[in-house]
């Protein structure tokens, strides 16, 4: 841990199996379930967790927008859409930087990798 680093991140959602279930099959996140209403999340670069909650995060109401790196966007993307996900923004270049907005079970994903 790094002093006044940020080291753990909690979002809600209001299907914790759902959200679980497209995590790991998606990117490998490990969970950890405390009780029916919260998991810890881990193997995700920050651990986490996902607490139950009717409201769920979207950029579009003023959420942080989450970032993961993909060393293959196309196949990234491929796996979110079988996982559930879709596509909300099609991919654009932006500096050199390829971006694809999906929505997932718990909010919105910003999917980016360096070209």
């Not at 969970?31 to 209403?37: A, I, K, S």
Request: net charge neutral; with cysteine; charged share 15%.
């Amino acid at each position: 841990m790094q002093h006044e680093k940020i080291n753990y991140l909690e979002f809600p959602a209001s299907d914790l199996a759902k959200v679980k279930a497209f995590f790991n099959a998606v990117f490998a996140f490990e969970f950890t379930d405390y009780g029916p209403e919260y998991t810890a999340f881990n193997n995700a670069g920050i651990d986490g967790g996902f607490y139950y909650s009717k409201n769920v995060m979207a950029t579009t109401t003023g959420s942080a927008l989450v970032v993961f790196y993909s060393a293959n966007l196309a196949e990234t993307q491929g796996k979110i859409i079988a996982a559930g996900g879709k596509v909300v923004v099609e991919t654009f270049v932006f500096i050199l930087v390829i971006h694809a907005v999906t929505s997932l079970p718990c909010g919105v994903i910003n999917k980016a990798r360096i070209r």
